[in-house]
Structure formats: C-alpha cells, structure tokens
C-alpha cells in the first residue's frame, strides 16, 4: 500500500515549456485534489476531483490543466510553464464516505522551479 | 483578506514548554477544522479534526474551536524536539467536495 505517489520529485523547466505531474492513489479514494505551496502562502487548491472524469477549479487555476481518467491517477498539466509557477506542488486524495471523508491523504510533493 | 488566517511565526520554544498555535477565520459556513502537521520537506499529516465549537484531547494534543469568535487554537503539551515542524490549520464547508482552505503554516521548532 504506497498511499499517494508523485511523479517526478523534481523537475526544472524554461519558461514556455510544458509538462505533466502525474499523482496515483492506491486507497480507492474518490476525492483528488492539487496543490501548491509557496511561503508564506500555506497550501492553496488549484483543481479538485469528485470522482472519475470529473474535475473542479480551486482558488488559483489558472494556468493549470486537469485530467482524471482513471479513478486512481490525477493529472497536473502546464502548457506554458512561467515562472511565477515555481513552487512545490502536492496532490492528496480522501474518501467520500464516513470517518476517513474527513481526512486528505498527501504525497511527498514535486518541487518545480521555472526559469 | 484571506478566509483563514494564521501567524507563520518562526516559533521557537524550549523542550517541555506549552505551544499555543492559533487561526482566525471569517467564514461562517467554516464547519469541520483540521490540524495538520508537516515535516520539512514531506506532505502534510493530518494530526487533529474537531467538528463545531468545544475541545478535543489527543494525548499531549488540544484541539479548541470557539465559532463565536471564528478563531480556532491548538495546544501542544510538554512539547518534544520531534514535534518541529510547520503546524496548518485547515477549515472545510460541508459537502464541498472535502475542499479544504489552509492558513498560511506556523513553523515551530523545539529546543532540546
């Protein structure tokens, strides 16, 4: 059981490159969220999952894309990388249904820095 | 204004002192407050939930929620070195989808 895992760990891009961060749960959890974390900042949403092939904007969308074609894998995508996107971005997912609704279940982050 | 509040500190306190750690939040909807713990460079652990107003007791652990005055506080007992860590508070709506709003993080570190 790995809970949630993130990939890559790191990652360095130019300015207008793209990529992808992939997040997988393995706790058939319904719920996915993305993060990032800046200082100062805390934890701020960027897009969320209620379940398979539906996704939901957060606080800061912007600039952000989503997939969630499989229930257990969620998709962070950057079609033009800026870097004002630098920052450590964290996926977690939770149950929908009794005690564990009430808990989010994180990975170990991907530090990305935008030059 | 941010939805909830938190000072970031740093905090630095001596092995064995009282931690008060504290959020201020402006959202009345606020109805589920969670406590999460996060090691330097790892994902946040939840430590603490508490549903509406009162306490909550888990080992040297206090969770307080006071919704009259939207201001929420956790209390950390005979405080451990391995207890340094930045400390989030976390507030949710109900069926939100588990949307949750995170304060800023207070960094603490226990002096040995």
């Known amino acids: 059981n790995a809970g949630v895992t993130q990939t890559p760990k790191f990652r360095v891009l130019k300015t207008g490159q793209s990529m992808t961060l992939l997040c997988a749960q393995d706790?058939?959890?319904?719920?996915m969220y993305w993060y990032r974390q800046d200082p100062g900042m805390g934890l701020r949403l960027i897009h969320y999952?209620?379940?398979?092939?539906?996704?939901a904007k957060g606080e800061v969308p912007d600039g952000y894309n989503v997939s969630r074609l499989k229930k257990q894998n969620f998709l962070l995508g950057l079609e033009s990388a800026a870097p004002s996107q630098t920052s450590v971005y964290f996926c977690a997912s939770s149950s929908s249904t009794g005690r564990e609704r009430y808990e989010q279940y994180f990975g170990p982050g991907t530090r990305l820095t935008v030059t | 204004q941010k939805e909830v509040e938190q000072d970031p500190g740093p905090l630095s306190v001596p092995e064995g002192a009282i931690v008060s750690l504290n959020c201020t939040y402006s959202?009345?909807?606020?109805?589920?407050f969670m406590w999460y713990r996060q090691y330097s460079r790892k994902g946040p652990e939840l430590l603490m939930y508490?549903?509406?107003?009162g306490n909550k007791e888990d080992g040297r652990f206090t969770a307080q929620v006071d919704k009259s005055s939207k201001y929420i506080s956790l209390f950390i007992r005979d405080s451990q070195p391995s207890d340094s860590a930045t400390y989030l508070c976390?507030?949710?709506?109900?069926?939100?989808?588990?949307?949750?709003?995170f304060g800023q993080g207070t960094e603490l570190s226990v002096k040995p």
């Open positions: 706790m058939n959890h319904e719920y």
């Open positions: 999952s209620v379940g398979e092939g539906t996704t």
């Open positions: 959202n009345s909807a606020f109805q589920y």
């Open positions: 976390a507030m949710r709506i109900y069926n939100q989808g588990g949307k949750l709003i």
């Open positions: 508490t549903y509406s107003s």
